[in-house]
């Protein structure tokens, strides 16, 4: 991985690298974020990653009328000041605002906006050609219904899992939640296939509902490929046939091993990695 | 002497009302806080306040070495710029520190500090005299033993609690746990008494293990009285024969009521109510 620049941000339409010491943002993780792709300049799937966002104030109760609107003119001012093609990564985070006391949201804050542009990580082993070692973690994820789904601020339980390991061989760590049941990576959507069938954990009580995840379950269905969503045990995925990471920035990575189980590359992998492909160059 | 009510902020030693957009504690809550009570302008209770941030550091893997030291500096530093007993409260934050990719905490990072002063909350109607209604959340807080305790950034579940009431006539949401045992309140630790027994929850799987509900837990051992602590459901609580809530900015808070259960102000609330403002003097 390499990181040249320092990344370019806006807060709130300004060009600056800081914030208030007191948003909520900072006080209690009180917010959301988005991690877009940028390919050739060009956001990869921003509706969706709106969407989400949206979905995230509905949920957290930060007032979202016109969040959008303005979010295009910020995007529109970044456009506008570099050459968008010369990034890999544009994150949006959007906090419920600055000041306020204690927990109580007060109803007229005013959610902070903030766009970063950064180099996309480089990966000299091609993972997504190649595919990745993984390994299961120790943390186990909180059941949290209330905030499941949704890409919020509060992330300790990724940042402790992802500390878990340093061996860069190993690209992603698998999380169960605390009752045992297989819920994503620490960074990543996860799924298999299993006898022609494809499994991905539901994400009604843990986890985040990746972009790319949904996309590729929308994918998957115009090709025929139902995608069964649940509750699985970890025994699940060793007896896959074939099994792969998502997000927005890594696109697909094949597993290839898990401990002592090894995978080849495998077919519907494959095959929606190429519609995920055709899928960027339409969107 | 400054006459402003907006709050007095040191960054890392520094005077500023502003932090790098790229800070850990932004983007993942990944850090920790301390509320501090300032009584004419002493920090009460503050060296159980530094040990409790220390091992907030050692659970997330947070550099430690030197903190304080460097924490009490800048204390100094702010009490030469500002006559402390103008404020109330001093908060601490410190974070992971800024930069780094993505979730993998890096072992070079150095952690951010933040010193902030504010004046503290008014409460004309004398809730420590005459005790406060209470009322219980929708929200049930998350289990997650490795957060669980430790007064870290990750607090959307207590905005979101802290959001289901407006009501100013009830004064804090008491919370059960994903299984339905008792843990808190929104921004307090709760005490209860049955039967000449006090009781409150042990925290070992979510809420935070408060500064003065462990002076309470050795001001109550050292009156002969034990504090038994363990998994209780809520109907534990509406047989208790008095109740009280604490932190560090409210001390102690007599429960006079949820929803139809009343309690008069007891004796044992009373007299912790003594014991603590007697060992405030002496600290």
Same mark, same amino acid.
């Given at each position: 991985?390499?990181?040249?620049?320092?990344?370019?941000?806006?807060?709130?339409?300004?060009?600056?690298?800081?914030?208030?010491?007191?948003?909520?943002?900072?006080? %209690?993780?009180?917010? @959301?974020?988005?991690?877009?792709?940028?390919?050739? *300049?060009? =956001?990869?799937?921003?509706?969706?990653?709106?969407?989400?966002?949206?979905?995230?104030?509905?949920? $957290?109760?930060?007032?979202?009328?016109?969040?959008?609107?303005?979010?295009?003119?910020?995007?529109?001012?970044?456009?506008?000041?570099?050459?968008?093609?010369?990034?890999?990564?544009?994150?949006?985070?959007?906090?419920?605002?600055?000041?306020?006391? *204690? %927990?109580?949201?007060?109803?007229?804050?005013?959610?902070?906006?903030?766009?970063?542009?950064?180099?996309?990580?480089?990966?000299?082993?091609? =993972?997504?050609?190649?595919?990745?070692?993984?390994?299961?973690?120790?943390? +186990?994820?909180?059941?949290?219904?209330?905030?499941?789904?949704?890409?919020?601020?509060?992330?300790? &339980?990724?940042?402790?899992?992802?500390?878990?390991?340093? !061996? =860069?061989?190993?690209? &992603?760590? $698998?999380? $169960?939640?605390?009752?045992?049941? @297989?819920?994503?990576?620490?960074?990543?959507?996860?799924?298999?296939?299993?006898?022609?069938?494809?499994?991905?954990?539901? @994400? !009604?009580?843990?986890?985040?509902?990746?972009?790319?995840?949904?996309?590729?379950?929308? @994918?998957?269905?115009?090709?025929?490929?139902?995608?069964?969503?649940?509750? %699985?045990?970890?025994?699940?995925?060793?007896?896959?046939?074939?099994?792969?990471?998502?997000?927005?920035?890594?696109?697909?990575? =094949?597993?290839?091993?898990?401990?002592?189980?090894?995978?080849?590359? *495998?077919?519907?992998?494959? +095959?929606?990695?190429?519609?995920?492909?055709? !899928? %960027? +160059?339409?969107?």
């Amino acid at each position: 991985m390499s990181m040249s620049l320092d990344p370019v941000i806006l807060v709130n339409g300004i060009l600056t690298d800081s914030l208030p010491v007191t948003d909520r943002g900072l006080a %209690y993780g009180d917010g @959301l974020f988005e991690t877009v792709q940028l390919q050739d *300049g060009r =956001p990869l799937l921003l509706e969706a990653h709106f969407e989400r966002l949206l979905q995230g104030c509905r949920r $957290l109760g930060i007032a979202s009328e016109g969040l959008v609107a303005r979010l295009r003119d910020d995007l529109s001012r970044l456009a506008s000041m570099q050459d968008l093609a010369a990034w890999g990564v544009l994150k949006i985070t959007v906090t419920r605002g600055a000041g306020g006391r *204690g %927990y109580l949201p007060l109803p007229d804050l005013v959610p902070t906006r903030i766009l970063m542009l950064s180099r996309a990580p480089v990966h000299a082993d091609a =993972p997504a050609v190649n595919g990745v070692r993984v390994r299961l973690c120790d943390l +186990r994820l909180a059941l949290s219904p209330r905030l499941a789904g949704i890409k919020h601020l509060n992330r300790l &339980e990724q940042v402790l899992a992802r500390a878990e390991w340093t !061996d =860069p061989a190993i690209r &992603e760590g $698998l999380l $169960l939640d605390q009752e045992g049941w @297989l819920v994503e990576g620490t960074m990543s959507n996860l799924f298999w296939v299993c006898a022609g069938r494809i499994f991905t954990p539901q @994400l !009604d009580r843990s986890g985040v509902s990746g972009i790319v995840r949904n996309r590729l379950l929308a @994918l998957a269905s115009e090709e025929g490929l139902e995608v069964e969503e649940g509750r %699985y045990p970890l025994s699940h995925l060793e007896q896959a046939d074939e099994a792969w990471l998502c997000n927005s920035l890594i696109d697909i990575w =094949p597993v290839t091993a898990l401990a002592e189980r090894c995978w080849p590359v *495998g077919p519907v992998t494959r +095959r929606l990695q190429q519609l995920l492909t055709e !899928d %960027y +160059r339409a969107c």
